[in-house]
C-alpha cells in the first residue's frame, strides 16, 4: 500500500510542475519578463523527465528474440499481473548475464 500512495503522489508532483509551468508562461506575457518563457519551458521539461522516470510499473532489462525480461517495481502488482492474465507459469528470476 505504501509503494501505491508513493507513486500516486510522484504523479501528482509530475502533474503539478507540468500545469505550473503554464503560471510561468502568463507570468512572461503578464509581466513582460521574457525569462520567465525559459523557466516555463525547464518546467514541462523537468515535468516530462518526472514522469517518464518516477512513475513506471515495471523496467525492461533484456529483450532478446523470444523473450522480454522485466523488472518490476511493485511485487504486489507482479501477483495481481499474474492472476488477472491466469498465467500458469510466473518466473521472477535474474535474467542470464549479457555476453
Known amino acids: 500500500m505504501e509503494a501505491k500512495r508513493a ?11 507540468f500545469f505550473s509551468s503554464f503560471g510561468f508562461f502568463f507570468l512572461a506575457g503578464k509581466l513582460e519578463q521574457p525569462w ?8 514541462i521539461l523537468a515535468s516530462l523527465i518526472m514522469g517518464a522516470t518516477w512513475c513506471r510499473l515495471l523496467v525492461p532489462t533484456k529483450i532478446d ?14 501477483k495481481k499481473i499474474f492472476f488477472t492474465c491466469n498465467a500458469t507459469r510466473i518466473s521472477v528470476a535474474q535474467p542470464p548475464a549479457i555476453p
Not at 7 to 17: D, V
Open 36 to 43: 520567465f518563457v525559459f523557466v516555463g519551458c525547464l518546467t
Open 65 to 78: 528474440e523470444n523473450f522480454v525480461y522485466l523488472r518490476f517495481k511493485n511485487q504486489e502488482l507482479l
Open 7 to 17: 507513486r500516486r503522489n510522484k504523479i501528482l508532483i509530475a502533474w503539478g510542475t
